[in-house]
């Protein structure tokens, strides 16, 4: 059977070989054996179940917990001339009644459906009738409660999947060992194959800094490296994401906002405009997730803290899915934390999962205050030691420099002490370096022995010692008291002086241009587009593919996508035979586009 796939995956997909792993994880499938799968965005988990879906006779069901992911997927595998559809709320009664014959007559061979729409009773008992060979549950992390996008509609999968008595698939993209396990638990998966690939993707930078004027540096940052880029830029709040939104399109930015909040057919036209066209700027909440699979995206932004390096990861992988070099790039500060948690403490969750998410909070507060690779504390958070420094993150890029911060730290904790744990760094700041203003006078605390004596560092410093010191373990943020600080264990031992304290001095995000040069000569040398003849193919390729795209309304990369015209820019075939060697071009499309294309590579 795996000579089939290999079949399929050149005749339908136009790729002569298998990535790595993906041999593996399709032979498991179709012997019939349950299989997890851990592989990177961008990693190709979709041909997981795509392949042997066309190679097994029967239908294949896939969850999705997005409509746009099942449209996106299911667009790309019509392109391809793959029998697949879906069922969602998205769809018309006509719409549903279509899908539902073609199920039921055999036609379909892939069928993404919601998690809310596969446990109605009419949906499981229609497809009790037909021959499900395989259930695929993509993001499948949204089982576990350990798991950082958990969703209580996905708890009924593991009874339905006793019902089809086939093999299990769950895939995702982010899962730590203890969510991993979970999954498999959730899902009655015992008996099942664990295949983890790398969770790297080194053609990511990643670049955090210390929120200062969030909407200047977010503009600094997009014109100086970014200028006419696709890129996605996170908001905590649906208010600061339309007023960040706003803020940009007077700059000129093509910038949109989406946030739950907003009309559907709005966020329905952003995230179309968003697929469809080049240079748009998407400023969202995290409603703007799973399923985004445009893979030019050049930068993902954050300028507040996500709640979890699970959330952080995945965010940040919506960028460069086409292996083209790419920016994750953050400024957070200590209000996010306080945000944070008070968030969290005023949630409906359980006690434990409180717990769960503040120790997945402190361990991204851990990678932004770093002092060494922020890539190696990623991937180590996630099981996968990465031996040497990455060389492609800020701290590589401009090592911080490292001083021994005992004394101020035992005078930041001394000052939490002696105003009784009531105040946060603002506050405590004013005291160190002794700022007389009204609010100290109230309280008399310039009588205090340490009103003033920290006046060797400025605001900024103070603000950064007291961000590490929260890091370190060694206060605590009282959300209920508006964000006082609290004194741990582990400060009484540094007040005592049988510990010492290192601290990192601030890191300012680079805005020099010549990172933005850098940044462009790499997107070229990735391209492998060296001569001019061949650039100005490419560019007349992309015309013509946005051209077709547009006749089509469907999204560019679905035509072909940019490695593929790059090799027909660099190969320049001249007949139909060679056109088909190209890798992407699969029979269905050769078919479509080959003599279109042809014509502007002889021309």
């Known amino acids: 059977m795996i000579a089939k796939a290999q079949q399929i995956l050149k005749d339908v997909f136009g790729f002569s070989s298998f990535r790595p792993g993906q041999v593996d994880v399709i032979n498991t499938v179709l012997s019939g054996t349950n299989a997890l799968v851990i592989m990177p965005t961008g990693g190709g988990k979709s041909l997981c179940y795509q392949v042997p879906a066309l190679v097994m006779e029967g239908l294949t069901i896939v969850v999705s917990p997005l409509i746009a992911l099942m449209t996106n997927q299911v667009m790309g ?49 229609m497809l009790q009738q037909t021959k499900v060979t395989l259930f695929a549950i993509d993001e499948a992390h949204c089982i576990s409660q350990w798991g950082h996008d958990f969703r209580p509609e996905y708890a009924a999968l593991a009874e339905i999947a006793k019902i089809f008595s086939c093999p299990v698939l769950a895939l995702t993209a982010t899962a730590d060992v203890v969510t991993r396990n ?29 929120k200062q004027e969030a909407r200047r540096q977010i503009l600094d940052f997009i014109q100086e490296e970014h200028a006419g880029d696709s890129g996605i830029v996170y908001r905590l709040s649906r208010s600061s994401v339309e ?43 995290i409603a703007f997730g799973m399923g985004i699979d445009k ?10 803290l996500p709640k979890s390096i699970e959330a952080y990861y995945q965010e940040t992988g919506r960028a460069g899915r086409d292996g083209l070099p790419a920016n994750a790039w953050m400024v957070y500060g200590l209000s996010d934390v306080m945000s944070l948690k008070s ?59 490292v001083f021994d911060g005992t004394v101020a730290a035992q005078k930041a904790l001394s000052a939490v002490y002696r105003t009784g744990e009531r105040f946060g760094a603002i506050y405590l700041t004013d005291i160190l370096t002794g700022d007389l203003n009204e609010k100290v006078k109230r309280f008399n605390h310039q009588a205090l ?22 890091v370190e373990g060694l206060l605590e943020i009282a959300v209920e008291e508006y964000g006082a600080f609290k004194l741990t264990e582990k400060s009484r031992v540094v007040l005592k002086g049988e510990r010492k304290v290192y601290f990192k001095k601030e890191i300012q995000i680079p805005r020099k241009s010549k990172q933005k040069k850098l940044i462009m000569s790499e997107k070229k040398q990735v391209l492998g587009i060296e001569s001019p003849e061949d650039s100005s193919l490419f560019e007349k390729l992309r015309s013509l593919r946005l051209q077709i795209a547009r006749e089509n309304n469907i999204p560019p990369y679905l035509i072909f996508n ?4 790059k090799a027909m820019a660099v190969t320049k075939p001249k007949t139909l035979s060679e056109f088909r060697s190209v890798p992407g071009v699969g029979d269905k499309k050769l078919e479509v586009y080959g003599e279109v294309f042809l014509q502007v590579v002889n021309a």
């Open 77 to 125: 595998l019509k392109q391809v001339g793959a029998k697949a559809a879906m069922l969602n709320s998205s769809l018309s009664m006509e719409e549903s009644r279509v899908v539902e014959n073609d199920i039921m007559s055999g036609e379909l061979k892939i069928l993404y459906v919601a998690p809310e729409r596969l446990v109605m009773p009419r949906t499981l008992e």
């Open 182 to 210: 979970d999954i498999i638990k959730q899902l009655g998966i015992t008996n099942c194959e664990k295949f983890i690939f790398g969770f790297d993707r080194p053609n990511i930078r990643y670049q955090i800094g210390i």
């Open 243 to 285: 007023s960040t939104a706003l803020f940009l399109q007077k700059q000129g930015i093509r910038a949109l906002p989406y946030h739950a909040g907003l009309d559907s057919r709005l966020r329905t036209k952003t995230l179309d405009t968003f697929l469809k066209e080049e240079g748009i700027v998407v400023v969202a909440t």
């Open 295 to 304: 893979p030019n995206v050049r930068f993902v932004a954050h300028l507040d």
């Open 343 to 401: 968030m969290l403490s005023s949630s409906d969750s359980s006690e434990e999962q409180k717990k769960i998410e503040l120790r997945k909070l402190h361990a991204l507060l851990g990678i932004c205050e770093a002092s060494s690779c922020r890539r190696q504390g990623l991937l180590q958070y996630f099981g996968e030691p990465l031996e040497k420094a990455c060389g492609n993150c800020d701290i590589c890029l401009k090592p911080p420099d």
């Open 449 to 470: 022995s340490v009103f003033g004596v920290g006046k060797e560092f400025d605001t900024k410093v103070w603000l950064s010692i007291y961000r590490q010191l929260v």
């Open 562 to 565: 940019d490695a593929t015209l």
